[in-house]
């Protein structure tokens, strides 16, 4: 009762503050963030026609798209996509991270290292993404050197405009969001828990394998959700790296976008945003991730 009491005779404005502290944050996310998704959800329930938009309560949109074989695949496709990059980053941000983290023993290279790391985020994910074209190409210099090599008795067509093409991107562009969390995990661990496995006897890989990567589950989630969000939202790399020879959600999303489409546009977002929330959400359900902010 006391506390009440003493809390509730501070002034009005001081008990206001921590609500006036919070206020520019809470606009900034309901303009940004609620109000579209609500507007995408409610846009998702109109009807349509070639020329317009008609504002009503229809269920057709859901329907036509729950029994779309061609929605089920692509969307299957966009979670094959989501699964190996998520599998390869993984693998690659934590040894990657793992050697920064306890074979580096200078910060200043450290932070050398993280620098070349982020060097390629100065330009546009479409130019990085273009610049792989003259390198896989048929023509290009991958399938010329190994010609030139004799390892190769033709061009490997498989190296450009295909699912590999796709899933190489892919990689190339998000692994670092798995570097980052994993680095900042791997730096919390107390050195303590490394020497007493080391006076144990444990080898290098068993360290890794079996005191490493246990204690770094927070950065593994915290780098699945960025890689889940950044490929599965994904439609540039797609329509560039797989030629038109590939599909997923979000290029779906585009071309019905493109052909004014919108009712169906935003019923297949609301389809994604639930299939990347239930993944996100099975991901974070065991670990907290407070711990690791």
Do not use: H
């Not at 963030?33 to 995408?40: A, D, F, G, K, N």
């Not at 610049?131 to 004799?150: F, H, Q």
């Not at 919390?188 to 080898?203: F, L, P, T, Y």
Request: aromatic share 12%; glycine share 6%; charged share 10%.
């Amino acid at each position: 009762m006391s506390t009440r009491s003493s809390a509730a005779k501070r002034p009005l404005g001081i008990r206001l503050l921590p609500y006036l502290q919070v206020a520019p944050l809470a606009l900034v996310m309901f303009l940004f963030l609620i109000l579209p998704l609500i507007v995408i959800l409610v846009v998702s329930f109109y009807d349509y026609d070639s020329f317009r938009i008609i504002p009503d309560f229809v269920l057709t949109n859901y329907a036509e798209m729950l029994t779309s074989t061609t929605i089920w695949r692509t969307l299957w496709q966009t979670v094959v996509y989501t699964l190996i990059v998520l599998a390869i980053t993984s693998v690659l941000g934590f040894l990657v991270a793992y050697y920064i983290a306890f074979y580096i023993k200078s910060p200043t290279v450290k932070t050398a290292i993280f620098l070349a790391c982020t060097v390629p985020f100065l330009t546009s994910n479409v130019i990085r993404m273009i610049s792989w074209v003259p390198y896989l190409g048929r023509n290009g210099i991958l399938n010329s050197s190994l010609m030139d090599m004799g390892l190769i008795a033709q061009p490997l067509d498989f190296l450009l405009y295909s699912k590999f093409a796709i899933i190489l991107v892919y990689v190339y562009l998000f692994t670092l969001f798995m570097v980052t969390p994993l680095f900042n995990v791997m730096m919390r661990i107390d050195k303590s828990v490394i020497e007493a496995a080391v006076d144990a006897g444990a080898k290098p890989w068993q360290i890794m394998c079996l005191v490493v990567l246990p204690m770094t589950r927070t950065g593994f989630a915290i780098g699945a959700v960025f890689i889940i969000t950044l490929v599965m939202g994904d439609f540039i790399t797609v329509r560039l790296m797989g030629g038109g020879q590939s599909a997923s959600t979000g290029l779906v999303i585009m071309n019905q976008v493109s052909l004014l489409q919108y009712p169906a546009a935003c019923a297949n977002a609301v389809l994604l945003l639930v299939a990347v929330m239930g993944a996100i959400g099975m991901i974070l359900r065991g670990v907290n991730i407070r711990s690791a902010l």
